[in-house]
C-alpha cells in the first residue's frame, strides 16, 4: 500500500454530521477593520460550494466494480491508500488531481495542510498547494513537477481554501504567501481576478505584515506590463488597458478597505519609480498610473505629483546639461523632432544603448530618450491639472491648486539650477487670471525680499520673476507695472545697504542687488511698451508703436531709480550678462531714457578680479556664475527660466501663452536696412573682385 494525498473517498459524505463538522472546521479572517465596516465588505460562498459532495470517480462504471481502486481513509494523515492495479510496487509520484473537488473539500485540505505545516513541520500538503499557484500555464513545467497540470476550477477552489483561512497564514506560511502573490491572475476570467482580489483584501486586514508585499506585487506592473501577460492558453487575451484597470481595482479595494494603508503605499510608489537608464515609454506609463492613482486615495495626491516633480526635473536638468554639451554639434533638434503619437508606445529603442554605436550616437540616444520622457510626462500633467482647474467650483479652489504647485515650485524647482521645462505648468495655469499672476509674483516677490533665503534662492527667483513678467502673454499691463515698480524700488533699498561698504563690482558679496538689476533690465527690454506712460493712459501696444520715438516717455521714477542705480559702485552693467545689458542700452538709449555707452566703454577695461578678496574667489558660489571672457571676470548667468519651449507633444498647452521678442521701431527696422545694405554692398565687393581676376 502506498499513500498519497488525494481528495475524501465517497465515504466520507456518509460520516455523521457532527463529526464531519467537526473535521470541517475553519478558522475566519481576524479583520483589522471597525465592526460596521467588516459586515459590508465581506462576501459569502455560495450555499453550492459549501455542499460537500463525492467527486466523480476517474475509474470504470458502475457496471465493473472489482476494476475500483481499494480505498482505505487514514484519520491521522487525511490521505488515500491506493493498491494499484497492474501489480506493480506502488511508487512515489503523486498521481495527477482529481478534477471535481468541492470547495469544502478543498477547503478542509488546505486547513489541515497550513495546520500540519505550522505544528508539526509536515510541509507535503503544505508544498502540494505552493505548486498550484506557482504553475505557470504558459510554462508546463513551471511548478518543478512536469505531471501536474491544475485546472481552472483547482486553481479557484484552493484560492478559495486559502480565503477562507486567511487567518493562519501568518509568517510561517510567508512562501505560500508569496506563491499566492507571484502567481499569475491577470490574464484570467474576470471572476477569478474579482476572487483574487477579495483574497488580497482580507489578507491585507487579516496579517497586516503582507501589506507591503501586495504593495509592491500590484506596483511593480504600472510601469509596463511583462510579455505575455494576459495571454494565458485557453483565456481570452486581456489587453494593457484592461490589465491597468485590474490592477488598478485591487489598490482601490485595499484603500478603501484599509484607509491607513495609504501611508505604506506612498514610500512602494517612490521605490517602484522607473530607474533613469529605463525606456521612456515606461517612464509614461508609471506616470499616467500614479496621476490614476489620486482619483481613489486623494490623500496621496500630494506625495505623488511631488514624486513627479522631482524625478521630472532631474531629467529635465541632465537635458540642459547635455544640450549644452553639444550645442554646437546638434544644435536643439532634440526638442525639434516630433514626438511619437501619444496614443502609441514609444519604442524601446529610444532608451536602449546599443554597443555597435559609437560614443556620439549613444549621447544621441539617450539625450532624445530623456527629452521624450520630459515630453510626455508634462503632457500628463497638463492634461491632470487643466481637468482640475476647470473642475474647480471657485476661484478659491483654483488658488488652492495653483497653491499645490507653488509648493512643488518653491521646494522642488527653484532650487534646482536649470530647469528647462518643468517651471512652464506654474506658467501656464498662473496665467488664468489676475488674481492668480498676482499670487505667484507675490510669491517671487517675497522671496527676493527676504534675508533670510540663501543668496542663491534670491538670485533664482528674481530670474523667474523677470522672466514670467516679461514672456506671459496673459499678464496685464498693471500687473508688470507693478512687479516692475517693486522691483525698483528693492533695487534703490539694496544699493542705498550696499554701497557704503562697496569698493567696487563684486558678484560674490552683493549677489542680490546684481539679481534685482538684471531682473529689471530683462522685463524693460520686453515689456517696454508696458511702461510707458502712453500706455498708463490706456494706449494699446500697436498704438504706441506708431509713436515716434521722441513721443514715448516713461514714468520719472524709472530714470531717476535706474541713474542712480547704474551709477553707482556697485556697477551693475559689468556684472550683468552682457547680452541683456547691450539690448537694454540700446533701448534705452533710442528712447532717450539714458545714455550708458560711455560706461560700457569703461567697463571694458574694469577688471572685477581687483575689488574681490582671496577668499571670495574661492567661494563655491562661483559655481552658480559663468566667465564670460579672462579680462571681464566673473558675471551673471542669462538663465531666464521661461525661454521658447520646443517641447513637441506638450508645447500645444502653451499656445498664445508666450511673449515673442518684437522689434523696437525705429531702431530695429534701421538696422535692418543698414544690414541689408551692407550684405549687398559685400556682394558687389566680390563681383568686383571676380571680374578683376
Known amino acids: 500500500m502506498v499513500s498519497v494525498a488525494t481528495s475524501h473517498s465517497p465515504a466520507l459524505s456518509a460520516t455523521p454530521s457532527i463529526h464531519r463538522t467537526k473535521m470541517l472546521q475553519t478558522s475566519s479572517p481576524v479583520s483589522i477593520l471597525k465592526s460596521t465596516k467588516q459586515n459590508s465588505m465581506k462576501r459569502k460562498i455560495d450555499d453550492s460550494e459549501m455542499t460537500i459532495s463525492?467527486?466523480?470517480?476517474?475509474?470504470?462504471?458502475?457496471?465493473?466494480?472489482?476494476?475500483?481502486?481499494?480505498?482505505?481513509?487514514?484519520?491521522?494523515?487525511?490521505?488515500?491508500?491506493?493498491?494499484?492495479?497492474?501489480?506493480?510496487?506502488?511508487?512515489?509520484?503523486?498521481?495527477?488531481?482529481?478534477?471535481?473537488?468541492?470547495?469544502?473539500?478543498?477547503?478542509?485540505?488546505?486547513?489541515?495542510?497550513i495546520h500540519r505545516h505550522v505544528t508539526a513541520g509536515d510541509s507535503e500538503a503544505y508544498d502540494r498547494i505552493k505548486q498550484v499557484f506557482a504553475f505557470d500555464p504558459r510554462k508546463p513545467d513551471s511548478s518543478g513537477q512536469s505531471w501536474y497540470t491544475p485546472s481552472h476550477a483547482d486553481l479557484r477552489n484552493h484560492l478559495m481554501g486559502l480565503l477562507s483561512h486567511v487567518a493562519s497564514l501568518d509568517r510561517d506560511c510567508s512562501s505560500l504567501v508569496q506563491a499566492v502573490l507571484n502567481s499569475e491572475w491577470l490574464g484570467r476570467d474576470e471572476a477569478y481576478v474579482k476572487l483574487f482580489i477579495r483574497f488580497l483584501g482580507n489578507l491585507a486586514a487579516a496579517q497586516g505584515t503582507y501589506l507591503v508585499q501586495i504593495f509592491r506585487m500590484l506596483t511593480s506592473k504600472l510601469s509596463g506590463i511583462p510579455n505575455g501577460t494576459g495571454k494565458l492558453p485557453d483565456y481570452p487575451p486581456v489587453n494593457p488597458a484592461e490589465i491597468y484597470s485590474r490592477i488598478h481595482l485591487a489598490l482601490r479595494h485595499l484603500m478603501r478597505?484599509?484607509?491607513?494603508?495609504?501611508?505604506?503605499?506612498?514610500?512602494?510608489?517612490?521605490?517602484?519609480?522607473?530607474?533613469?537608464?529605463?525606456?521612456?515609454?515606461?517612464?509614461?506609463?508609471?506616470?499616467?498610473?500614479?496621476?490614476?492613482?489620486?482619483?481613489?486615495?486623494?490623500?496621496?495626491?500630494?506625495?505623488?505629483?511631488?514624486?513627479?516633480?522631482?524625478?521630472?526635473?532631474?531629467?529635465?536638468?541632465?537635458?540642459?546639461?547635455?544640450?549644452?554639451?553639444?550645442?554646437?554639434?546638434?544644435?536643439?533638434?532634440?526638442?525639434?523632432?516630433?514626438?511619437?503619437?501619444?496614443?502609441?508606445?514609444?519604442?524601446?529603442?529610444?532608451?536602449?544603448?546599443?554597443?555597435?554605436?559609437?560614443?556620439?550616437?549613444?549621447?544621441?540616444?539617450?539625450?532624445?530618450?530623456?527629452?521624450?520622457?520630459?515630453?510626455?510626462?508634462?503632457?500628463?500633467?497638463?492634461?491632470?491639472?487643466?481637468?482640475?482647474?476647470?473642475?474647480?467650483?471657485?476661484?478659491?479652489?483654483?488658488?488652492?491648486?495653483?497653491?499645490?504647485?507653488?509648493?512643488?515650485?518653491?521646494?522642488?524647482?527653484?532650487?534646482?539650477?536649470?530647469?528647462?521645462?518643468?517651471?512652464?505648468?506654474?506658467?501656464?495655469?498662473?496665467?488664468?487670471?489676475?488674481?492668480?499672476?498676482?499670487?505667484?509674483?507675490?510669491?517671487?516677490?517675497?522671496?527676493?525680499?527676504?534675508?533670510?533665503?540663501?543668496?542663491?534662492?534670491?538670485?533664482?527667483?528674481?530670474?523667474?520673476?523677470?522672466?514670467?513678467?516679461?514672456?506671459?502673454?496673459?499678464?496685464?499691463?498693471?500687473?508688470?507695472r507693478d512687479v516692475f515698480d517693486l522691483l525698483l524700488t528693492h533695487l534703490d533699498t539694496l544699493q542705498s545697504d550696499y554701497e557704503p561698504n562697496c569698493r567696487g563690482p563684486d558678484l560674490r558679496c552683493f549677489a542680490p542687488f546684481y539679481s534685482t538689476a538684471q531682473a529689471v533690465f530683462y522685463i524693460f527690454c520686453f515689456r517696454w511698451r508696458d511702461l510707458t506712460n502712453a500706455a498708463i493712459e490706456g494706449d494699446s501696444e500697436d498704438q504706441i508703436d506708431e509713436l515716434e520715438p521722441s513721443q514715448i516717455t516713461f514714468p520719472p521714477n524709472v530714470k531717476e531709480y535706474l541713474h542712480r542705480a547704474i551709477y553707482s559702485r556697485l556697477n551693475p552693467l559689468k556684472i550683468c550678462s552682457p547680452t541683456i545689458v547691450t539690448q537694454f542700452a540700446r533701448i534705452a538709449n533710442h528712447f532717450q531714457l539714458l545714455y550708458v555707452y560711455p560706461l560700457l566703454e569703461t567697463n571694458k577695461r574694469l577688471r572685477v578680479t581687483a575689488f574681490r578678496s582671496i577668499a571670495t574667489l574661492a567661494s563655491a558660489q562661483v559655481s552658480r556664475e559663468i566667465r564670460a571672457s579672462d579680462h571681464l571676470g566673473y558675471q551673471l548667468d542669462a538663465y531666464f527660466p521661461f525661454d521658447p519651449y520646443h517641447l513637441p507633444r506638450s508645447r500645444r498647452w502653451l499656445e498664445g501663452d508666450y511673449v515673442e521678442w518684437r522689434g523696437i521701431p525705429g531702431l530695429d527696422d534701421n538696422e535692418n536696412s543698414d544690414s541689408e545694405a551692407d550684405e549687398d554692398d559685400d556682394e558687389g565687393d566680390d563681383a568686383t573682385a571676380t571680374d578683376e581676376e
Do not use: M
Not at 524601446?348 to 555597435?356: P, V
Not at 518643468?422 to 527676504?450: G, K
Open 54 to 113: 463525492p467527486p466523480p470517480s476517474d475509474g470504470p462504471s458502475e457496471q465493473h466494480p472489482a476494476k475500483r481502486p481499494r480505498v482505505t481513509w487514514n484519520e491521522n494523515d487525511s490521505i488515500r491508500t491506493f493498491s494499484p492495479l497492474d501489480g506493480s510496487k506502488p511508487g512515489k509520484q503523486p498521481p495527477p488531481t482529481t478534477p471535481g473537488k468541492s470547495a469544502a473539500v478543498i477547503r478542509e485540505e488546505v486547513r489541515r495542510a
Open 257 to 480: 478597505l484599509i484607509p491607513a494603508g495609504s501611508g505604506s503605499l506612498s514610500p512602494v510608489l517612490i521605490q517602484q519609480f522607473p530607474p533613469d537608464p529605463d525606456a521612456a515609454k515606461n517612464f509614461i506609463a508609471y506616470t499616467r498610473n500614479l496621476i490614476r492613482i489620486t482619483t481613489y486615495a486623494p490623500e496621496l495626491q500630494s506625495d505623488i505629483l511631488a514624486l513627479i516633480t522631482e524625478r521630472l526635473v532631474k531629467i529635465d536638468v541632465q537635458i540642459q546639461i547635455d544640450l549644452e554639451d553639444v550645442e554646437d554639434e546638434f544644435g536643439e533638434n532634440f526638442l525639434l523632432e516630433e514626438a511619437p503619437d501619444a496614443e502609441e508606445e514609444l519604442d524601446d529603442s529610444d532608451s536602449d544603448l546599443s554597443d555597435d554605436e559609437d560614443e556620439d550616437d549613444q549621447r544621441s540616444t539617450a539625450i532624445k530618450s530623456n527629452v521624450h520622457k520630459v515630453d510626455g510626462i508634462l503632457d500628463i500633467l497638463f492634461e491632470f491639472f487643466s481637468d482640475s482647474f476647470q473642475a474647480a467650483a471657485s476661484g478659491d479652489d483654483k488658488e488652492n491648486i495653483l497653491d499645490l504647485l507653488i509648493s512643488h515650485f518653491r521646494s522642488i524647482i527653484l532650487p534646482t539650477y536649470k530647469s528647462r521645462h518643468s517651471q512652464f505648468l506654474l506658467f501656464h495655469f498662473s496665467q488664468s487670471s489676475p488674481e492668480l499672476v498676482d499670487r505667484f509674483a507675490t510669491e517671487c516677490i517675497e522671496i527676493i525680499s527676504s534675508k533670510l533665503q540663501p543668496s542663491l534662492t534670491r538670485q533664482s527667483a528674481a530670474a523667474y520673476l523677470a522672466s514670467y513678467v516679461a514672456r506671459g502673454a496673459h499678464i496685464p499691463g498693471e500687473a508688470v
